[in-house]
């Protein structure tokens, strides 16, 4: 195993298991299919276990997408009040920056791809979509909230998955979220969310009005001997794709883009009654900007040095 794979499965915090996540009992999720506890408990789910493999399946798709939001679809099973994430692909879908819907061909597509795993003795079923967010946090727009309540109500159990392709390249650390909706009938409750993320202005209103129609559930990633090989293969193309990208471009311009949003944000608490917790937001967003800025320039340092030895 590469020392990059190994700086990669620890700033991830991936655990290595036993192969026991890799194996499907049909009997035991008709069981759990026909119980739905999720029914009678909004909160029956409360985290997602997500395998190194299709974590890394999930950023190169999201990270080729560049600007444009990419979607995709993840294949697992239900353990317990978890949801376990086996694997991924991507959905052929077209997206923009601001929005990505599956059209016909993507839903024939996902048809299509799951004849094709049982006739190959693949067993597990679609337990979630993801998409991506470039640059902008992982959260539920409006419309994604809409796609997954239906998502829920017609195919649960079902998770949705947020990742931030340009944050995670920023950081070094995968930027990702885990959610599920509540019902319709739902009773909103007061207050605002319970987790701070660093959302750009011009998307606060949208995060603002959509974040109590969902919760946010916890987020492990795991390997094994099973995906060891398929982990290790994988793993040299993403370096190929990262050597080559135009990281640092990419990078400049989202802590540019970070520092303008900043600046944004004071220029509003100048004019407008705030808080110093609002104060205290805008602080903890610039101290995060600047650990991005300093992984960058070390990231480009390091990218330098590898080329000009080789």
């Known amino acids: 195993m590469s020392a990059s794979l190994d700086a990669f499965i620890a700033e991830n915090n991936i655990q290595t298991i036993g192969d026991g996540h890799f194996t499907f009992d049909a009997e035991e999720h008709q069981r759990v299919i026909q119980s739905q506890p999720w029914k009678d408990d909004v909160h029956y789910f409360k985290s997602t276990k997500i395998s190194a493999l299709a974590l ?45 819907n599956a059209n016909l061909a993507a839903y024939e597509y996902m048809v299509n791809f799951q004849s094709s795993a049982r006739e190959v003795g693949r067993e597990e079923n679609v337990v979630g979509w993801y998409h991506s967010h470039p640059g902008y946090g992982c959260w539920l727009s409006g419309i994604d909230v809409t796609t997954q309540m239906n998502n829920q109500k017609y195919q649960d159990p079902f998770i949705a998955i947020v990742v931030d ?25 007061e207050g605002g969310p319970s987790r701070y993320q ?36 994988l793993w040299k193309q993403y370096r190929i794709n990262a050597l080559s990208s135009n990281v640092d471009s990419s990078n400049q311009n989202y802590i540019s883009n970070q520092v303008k949003d900043m600046s944004c944000k ?34 480009a340092m390091l990218k ?5 030895s080789s």
Do not use: W
């Open 198 to 233: 660093s959302i750009p202005l011009h998307k606060i209103e949208d995060f603002g009005v959509h974040c109590k129609h969902y919760y946010p559930l916890d987020v492990s990633y795991f390997r094994s001997s099973f995906d060891e090989k398929l982990l290790n293969s």
């Open 304 to 308: 330098q040095k590898v080329f000009k």
């Open 56 to 100: 890394l399946k999930m950023v190169m798709h999201a990270q080729s997408g560049g600007n444009i939001e990419v979607m995709g679809l993840m294949v697992g099973k239900t353990d317990g009040n978890s949801i376990i994430v086996m694997d991924v692909f991507a959905l052929p879908v077209e997206g923009t920056e601001t929005r990505v």
């Open 165 to 189: 392709p340009i944050r995670t390249l920023s950081s070094g650390k995968v930027d990702l979220g885990a959610f599920r909706t509540y019902s319709e009938n739902h009773k909103i409750t």
């Open 266 to 299: 004071l220029t509003k608490c100048q004019q407008m009654p705030t808080t110093r917790d609002d104060c205290a937001k805008i602080s903890t967003d610039g101290t995060k900007t600047a650990i991005e800025a300093l992984s960058g320039v070390m990231t």
